[in-house]
Structure formats: C-alpha cells, structure tokens
C-alpha cells in the first residue's frame, strides 16, 4: 500500500464527476443529457457542421451552469495536495475551469477550455466568456467560430497529451478521479501508471484492475486521502 503523504511524484486524472457536486451534469448517467440529445451526438465536428445553433445553444447552456458555479472539496483537496506534493501534474478532461478557480498550479487542460473559442478553419482563438450569443465570424478569415474544446474523432492538443503522457508514466501514483474511464485516449493514461487510486461513486471499466478503488464522492473522499 502507497502511502501518498510519501510519494514524492503524484499524477490526477479528473473527470466530470468532480464537479458535479457543484452542480454541473456528467455525461453519462442521470442528468447527463440536454434536450434528450446524448452528448456524443453533440460534442463531434459532424454535429458542428450540420447544426451549429444547436450546438452552440448546448455549450452556452453549460457556460451559464458553469459560470455559476463554485469549485468544491473534491476540488480543493487536489490544491492542498499539490502544495505538499514535490512533483504533481492534474490531468483534467474536464472543460468548466474549476480547478483553475480552486488554485491548482499545473493542469493539463487534455479536453479543452469551454471558456474558449476558436476557428473552425484557421488557427485563430481568443478567451470568450459569453453565456447568451454564438461569437461572431473569424476576424481573421470570416469562417465560423466554434468551442475551444475537443470533440470525437478529434486529436487531443499535442503538446499537453504528450506531457500527460510523461507525468503518468513518471509519477510513483496516478489518482483517478470522477471519471467513467471511458473515453480514449484518456482512460489509456491508467495503463502507463505504475500504481492507480480511483475514487468514484460507481464502478468503471477499470475499477477491478486498479490498486485501491474507493467508492464515494470526490467531495468527502478527496479530502479524507
Ligand atoms: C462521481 C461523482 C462524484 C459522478 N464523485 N464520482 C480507443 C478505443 C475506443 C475508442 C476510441 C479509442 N481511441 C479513440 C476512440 C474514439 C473516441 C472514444 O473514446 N470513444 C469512446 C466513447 C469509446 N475518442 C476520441 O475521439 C478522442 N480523440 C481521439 O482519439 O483522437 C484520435 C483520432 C483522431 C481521428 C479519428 C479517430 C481518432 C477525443 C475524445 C474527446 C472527448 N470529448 C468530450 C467532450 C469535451 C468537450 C465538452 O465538454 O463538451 O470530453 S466527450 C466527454 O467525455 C468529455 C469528457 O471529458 C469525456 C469523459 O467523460 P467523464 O469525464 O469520464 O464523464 P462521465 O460522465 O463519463 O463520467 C462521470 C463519472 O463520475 C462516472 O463514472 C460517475 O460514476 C462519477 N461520478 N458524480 C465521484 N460526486
Ligand atoms: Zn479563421
């Protein structure tokens, strides 16, 4: 057994159960669907192409959600433990920010930031914290501006993958936190960790594989470890 106040490197890998003590919906399981659409006919560049008000409409929705939201102890938890661990990467795929709003240091944002926005065609992006209206054309080439975040079928932002990729297979434990462990190339960082904690209220996939698998919430299990 890892005792974590020993281990001097530390990788977390989040999902979207850590916040959903704060009120934002997963994506599977109760609550997780919007206008009975299951988000994987929403978050892909085809729904994009076909239906971009529609889209939009869902990601400003969740922007409000989020804008109203407050990080909990299952996020603050990962900030104290940042601050007495030497070496410690956060992982998240979650979009919302609320670990940048709880004080966690380096997070490797490998899903996006729906506080983004950027070009459907060119490389243009800025920071939009717009709630109510779609942005308006690429000032740069005219085309539709679209979320800052990664959907199906597309590649995870480089540079932070491969970062991910060395923090896991470096750390001495990856703590796996409020995800289903489903969607790939994400639940594909627990086979490169040398020793896996899981807090999750369900079981996943991976839960019988892991080394300690703790059922409960992020909020009132993070802080315990
Ligand atoms: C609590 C709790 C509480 C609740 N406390 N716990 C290999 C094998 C199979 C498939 C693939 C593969 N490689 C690629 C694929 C395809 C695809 C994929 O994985 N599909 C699967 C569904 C099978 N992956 C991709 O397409 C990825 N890209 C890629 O691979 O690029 C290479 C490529 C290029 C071109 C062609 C093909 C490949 C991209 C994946 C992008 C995912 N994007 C989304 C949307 C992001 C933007 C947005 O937010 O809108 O990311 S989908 C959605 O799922 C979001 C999440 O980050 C992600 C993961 O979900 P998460 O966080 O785990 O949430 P839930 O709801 O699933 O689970 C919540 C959990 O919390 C549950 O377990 C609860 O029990 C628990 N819980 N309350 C503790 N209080
Ligand atoms: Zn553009």
């Not at 890892?2 to 959903?20: F, K, M, N, W």
């Not at 470096?170 to 995800?179: I, K, M, N, P």
């Not at 490169?192 to 996939?205: D, G, K």
Request: net charge negative; with cysteine.
């Amino acid at each position: 057994m890892i005792d974590l106040r020993e281990a001097q490197s530390i990788a977390v890998l989040t999902g979207a159960g850590i916040s959903a003590e704060s009120g934002i919906p997963t994506f599977r399981g109760p609550g997780g669907l919007w206008r009975n659409f299951r988000p994987e006919e929403l978050a892909t560049p085809e729904a994009f192409a076909r239906d971009p008000q529609l889209v939009w409409e869902w990601y400003l929705w969740r922007r409000r959600l989020i804008a109203a939201a407050e990080p909990n102890a299952g996020h603050r938890a990962l900030v104290e433990l940042e601050r007495r661990t030497p070496r410690f990467t956060l992982i998240t795929q979650n979009v919302d920010g609320l670990h940048d709003l709880a004080g966690s240091q380096r997070i490797l944002k490998i899903h996006g930031d729906i506080w983004h926005s950027r070009c459907s065609a060119c490389s243009y992006q800025r920071r939009d914290r717009s709630t109510e209206e779609m942005p308006p054309p690429c000032p740069e080439c005219g085309a539709m501006l679209r979320p800052g975040v990664v959907w199906f079928g597309e590649s995870l932002p480089r540079i932070v993958w491969d970062e991910a990729e060395r923090a896991v297979s470096q750390a001495d434990v990856l703590l796996v936190a409020g995800t289903s462990a489903t969607v790939y190339p994400a639940a594909g960082l627990l086979h490169l960790a040398r020793y896996v904690i899981e807090v999750n209220q369900e079981e996943t996939p991976f839960s019988d594989r892991v080394a300690v698998s703790l059922r409960g919430s992020c909020g009132e299990v993070l802080p315990r470890l």
